[in-house]
């Protein structure tokens, strides 16, 4: 079998970032001087800006992100309405249990099956599939979310987006509270 140069380059490059996501553990944040807690994060308004990247660097998407977050008993509610750069709007509504010892489940409206995520320190590693809106078809990626708490009102998340266990692109988005809050 033969196979381009470039080909290589690229399933090598593929390879090297999906090690570098699995080799990180969430355990390894427990002793960050910022504890993360998402049910007190994301109370209330919340407002994010983001973008998203294909496999190559380039910039395919930006968006604002306008949350509202609820908590009745031990569910997280997040009302999540996207205003993309290109005149698009869409909303997500997270249903998310805070199951204690800093795990949490969730599920959305695109997302099948469970979202499952871990909190330690000031990081939350959070894993889950979406039925993504790809021109007229629709695709099941994954995420790997990390979120970085760096104060009190910036949270900051970098996403790997995968199809059939490929890395197709990468999110990051910069979350902060409103001043006073």
């Known amino acids: 079998m033969h196979i381009s140069k470039a080909l ?25 001087p910022r504890q993360l807690v998402l049910e007190d994060y994301f ?17 395919r998407r930006q968006f604002k992100v306008d949350i509202t977050g609820t908590l009745d008993g031990d569910r997280l509610t ?12 869409d909303t997500r ?17 695109d997302v ?14 959070w894993k889950y599939k979406v039925d993504l809106k790809v021109g007229d078809s629709i695709w099941n990626v994954g995420f790997d979310d990390w979120m970085y708490l760096m104060d009190d009102d910036v949270l900051i998340n970098r996403a790997y987006v995968t ?19």
Not at 94 to 109: F, P
Not at 112 to 125: H, I, K, M, T, Y
Not at 174 to 179: L, M, N
């Open 8 to 32: 290589a380059s690229a399933l090598l490059v593929a390879s090297s970032v999906t090690t570098a996501c699995a080799s990180q553990q969430v355990s390894q944040f427990a002793d960050s």
């Open 43 to 59: 109370l209330g308004e919340t407002a994010a800006y983001g973008v998203f990247e294909d496999r190559f660097g380039k910039v």
């Open 78 to 89: 997040l009302t999540e309405k996207f205003k993309y750069d290109d005149g698009e709007r």
């Open 93 to 109: 509504i997270w249903e998310i249990d805070v199951l204690g010892g800093g795990a949490y489940r969730g599920t959305a409206g």
């Open 112 to 125: 099948p099956g469970l979202a499952e995520g871990q909190v330690s320190g000031n990081a939350f590693n």
């Open 163 to 181: 199809r059939y266990g490929i890395e197709i692109g990468q999110v990051t988005i910069a979350f902060r509270k409103p001043a006073g809050r």
